[in-house]
C-alpha cells in the first residue's frame, strides 16, 4: 500500500472528495425538484480516482474529461457555486447557462470540459497535448473518459497518433465496470483495459480507483513519463457509481448487494479512517473537511438560485449563425437551404425573441406536416424521425428494454 503523504495534502485530499461528494448528493437532490435541467450524470463512489488525479497535477496541466464531470472541474479549482449555477442554467454558470451538467468548462482553470460524445474528448486531448508540444511548453493533458469509451474508433485513432507523434498525455480509464447497463465483461473483449494501447505503442497500468493515495502515486508516474520522455501511458483505474448511469436509470442491470459490496470500499470512509489510524488527521479536522464541504455546497446552492437566467434576447449569442446564403441544412430552421428569419446576425435579438415565443422554428408558417431532416434530408429513406418529449421529474424517455433511453452523454 502507498504510503500517506503529509497531513497537510492528506487534509487537502480528504476535504476535495467530501466536497465533491456533497456537491452531488445535493445536485441530485437539486435535479428531483426540477431546479437543475437537461440530463444529470453523477459520480457518486468515483471520488478517488478524480481527486487523486488532479491533486498531482500543475496549474499549467490540462484536464479533459466526459459528462460526468462536476466533481473534476471543483477539483481542479472551479468554485462550485459556478458549476451549480451552470446546473441551474443561470448565467453565472461556467458556460453562462448554456451547457448544463454535461458540459462544465472552464479555460482559466484549464478543464476542457464536459463531452457528451462518449469517446470524443480522446482526439481533443491528443490536440490539447500536441498544442503544447508544438509551442514548446511544459504542459501535460489528461485524459479521463470510461470503460465504454475504450470500445470507440476515437480510441485507437488517438493511441496511434499520442505513441507516434510522442504527445505529453495520459489517459485514464474510469473503469466503473459499466458502460450505461452494458457490464465490461458484455462490452469489450479485451477486459484488461489498461492493455488495450499496447499494439499501439502505449503501456499501461492497473491501479485501485477507490485508493485516493495509489491513483495519485499511479498519475504522478504517468504524468512525468509525459513532461520528461514524452510517453503517453494508459491508467485504469477501478472504480464504482454507486448511483446509476443518469438520473433516468432504472438499474435492472446490477443488484443491491453489488453497489453495497463497493460502498464497504467507500473512498472517502476508507481514507478518513486511514488517516485516523495512522494520527496524521484527528478527529476534529475529519469533521472539519464534512462541514466545509457542507457550507461550501450550501453556499453554492444560493448562489446559483440568486443568479438570473440568461435574458431571451441573448438566445442567440456564441452560437454559429448563417449570413450567406449555403446548401445544406443547418441550424434554426431545416425546411430549404436559404437563410431564415433568425438567421441574420443584424435582425437576431428581435427576431430571436419572436421565434422563441411563438414556438421557434416553424414560427408564423402555416399549420400542418412539416419535413423532417431524418426523412426528408440526407439521412436514409425510410429512417423513422426520432420524437423528442418534454423532460418531466422521473419520467425520463426510456427505451424498450427499461434502459434508458440513449441521447444523453
Ligand atoms: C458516440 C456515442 N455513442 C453512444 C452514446 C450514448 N452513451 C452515453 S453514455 C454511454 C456509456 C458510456 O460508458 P462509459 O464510457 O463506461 O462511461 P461512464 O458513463 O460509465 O462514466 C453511452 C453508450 C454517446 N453519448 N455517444
Ligand atoms: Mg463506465
Redesign the pocket.
Known amino acids: 500500500m502507498a504510503d500517506l503523504p503529509d497531513a497537510a495534502t492528506c487534509y487537502e485530499l480528504l476535504a476535495r472528495m467530501a466536497l465533491i461528494r456533497r456537491f452531488e448528493e445535493e445536485a441530485g437532490r437539486q435535479y428531483q425538484r426540477a431546479r437543475a435541467g437537461g440530463f444529470l ?1 453523477l459520480a457518486i463512489g468515483e471520488e478517488a480516482t478524480i481527486v487523486g488525479t488532479t491533486s498531482v497535477m500543475r496549474d499549467e496541466d490540462f484536464l479533459i474529461g ?1 459528462y ?1 464531470t462536476h466533481g473534476h472541474a471543483i477539483a481542479r479549482g472551479t468554485e462550485p457555486k459556478r458549476v451549480m449555477a451552470e446546473l441551474f442554467g443561470r448565467v453565472d454558470g461556467t458556460s453562462g447557462g448554456r451547457g448544463g451538467s454535461m458540459h462544465i468548462f472552464d479555460a482559466e482553470k484549464r478543464f476542457m470540459g464536459g463531452y ?5 474528448n480522446l482526439p481533443i486531448a491528443a490536440g490539447i497535448s500536441l498544442a503544447s508540444q508544438y509551442k514548446g511548453e511544459d504542459a501535460v493533458t489528461v485524459c479521463m ?5 475504450s470500445n ?1 474508433g476515437n480510441f485507437g485513432e488517438t493511441m496511434n497518433l499520442a505513441a507516434l507523434w510522442k504527445l505529453p498525455v495520459l489517459f485514464m480509464v ?1 473503469n ?1 465496470l ?3 447497463g452494458t457490464s465490461v465483461e458484455r462490452h469489450s473483449a479485451q477486459t484488461d483495459l489498461s492493455k488495450k494501447a499496447e499494439g499501439y505503442g502505449i503501456s499501461g497500468e492497473r491501479i485501485d480507483g477507490m485508493d485516493v493515495v495509489e491513483v495519485r502515486e499511479g498519475v504522478a508516474e504517468g504524468i512525468r513519463l509525459a513532461r520528461e520522455e514524452q510517453r503517453p501511458t494508459l491508467l485504469e483505474a477501478f472504480t464504482y457509481r454507486y448511483r446509476g ?1 443518469s438520473a433516468a436509470d432504472p438499474e435492472v442491470y446490477r443488484e443491491r448487494e453489488e453497489v453495497e459490496e463497493w460502498q464497504e470500499k467507500d473512498p472517502i470512509e476508507q481514507f478518513a479512517k486511514r488517516c485516523l489510524e495512522a494520527d496524521v488527521l484527528g478527529e476534529r479536522e475529519v469533521a472539519q473537511a464534512r462541514e466545509a464541504a457542507e457550507e461550501a455546497v450550501k453556499a453554492a446552492v444560493e448562489f446559483a438560485e440568486a443568479s438570473p437566467e440568461p435574458p431571451l434576447d441573448t438566445m442567440y449569442e456564441n452560437l454559429y449563425a448563417q449570413t450567406e446564403p449555403s446548401s445544406g441544412w443547418y441550424a434554426v430552421d431545416e425546411r430549404s437551404p436559404e437563410p431564415h428569419r433568425g438567421e441574420d446576425e443584424a435582425e437576431m435579438p428581435a427576431a430571436a425573441r419572436e421565434l422563441a415565443e411563438a414556438g421557434a422554428a416553424y414560427a408564423g408558417q402555416a399549420e400542418g406536416p412539416r419535413p423532417n431532416p431524418a426523412t426528408h434530408g440526407d439521412a436514409q429513406e425510410g429512417v423513422e424521425p426520432r420524437v423528442s418529449a418534454e423532460r418531466e421529474v422521473g419520467d425520463e424517455p426510456e427505451d424498450a428494454d427499461g434502459s434508458p433511453a ?1 441521447d ?2
Request: a negative charge.
Open positions: 450524470h466526459t460526468r457528451g460524445i462518449v469517446g470524443g473518459f470510461g470503460d465504454g469509451a470507440t474510469e466503473n459499466y458502460g450505461m448511469h440513449e444523453e452523454g
